[in-house]
């Protein structure tokens, strides 16, 4: 069973001007009306962000549909996006993995990972003990997942209201919100170089493949500041 203690101590810290709840909110908002330009009822709308969850894989699906893509190229194209994920994951399960608890709970709490409630958990994660870790993440993730679902009906039902420079602006407080944390978090060799170096890198791949300039901007300067923070030892 779920400790509804710290379920609800996870729930709970969500709140707060500093919380990354505010910047996801805001950008379901935009992505309520804009499935609702693209012919979505309020229902399938809500079923999108419950099963898709995370914003930019919610922005692909959206705009997919919009150029008529075909439903396996939606799939992968979903897929891909969300593949960013995994390291992600990667760095956090062992912080939550503890013997005493059962195996569904981190089958279940997967569905949870997205930068929000990720920066929420490794904020925090030091001050609860190990085998809580995982009901208190579990308490994290429904509550950005409830925050995300209610923000895309506010923003289906106020599209008629908002024009598309507001809905613009709503989207991108989303990356900027995270671009200022990984600012902050800006603390080791590895963090600072790479923050640094893919902010160098990105734009110069950008003249050789606006296409995959991100992608290849992020793998050289993640690998650079990782080699040269392991010969420091930091």
Partial sequence: MINTKYFYKGFKSIKGVGSPAIAL?????????LLKSLG????????STLLT???????VMAESMLIGASLI??????WLVNARLYPMTVALMPLLLHENQPRWKYYLSCHFIAVSSWLIMKNNYEVIEKKNRIDFWIGIGTATWTVAILATVVGYIASDFLNKDVLIGLAIINPIYFTC???????????????????IIGPMFY?????????????????????????NGK
């Fill in 73 to 78: 190229n939606i799939f992968l194209a979903v």
């Fill in 207 to 231: 003249f050789l493949s606006p296409e995959w300039c991100i992608l290849f901007g992020g793998f050289f300067a993640g690998t650079i500041a990782f080699l040269i923070g392991e010969k």
């Fill in 40 to 47: 979505f009822t309020v229902e399938e709308s809500i079923f």
């Fill in 53 to 59: 969850y995370a914003l930019p894989g919610s922005l």
């Fill in 25 to 33: 909110a805001a950008s379901f908002v935009a992505i309520g009306a």
């Fill in 181 to 199: 944390m990984m600012l902050s978090a800006m603390k080791t060799i590895q963090i600072t170089l790479s923050v640094t170096l893919g902010a």
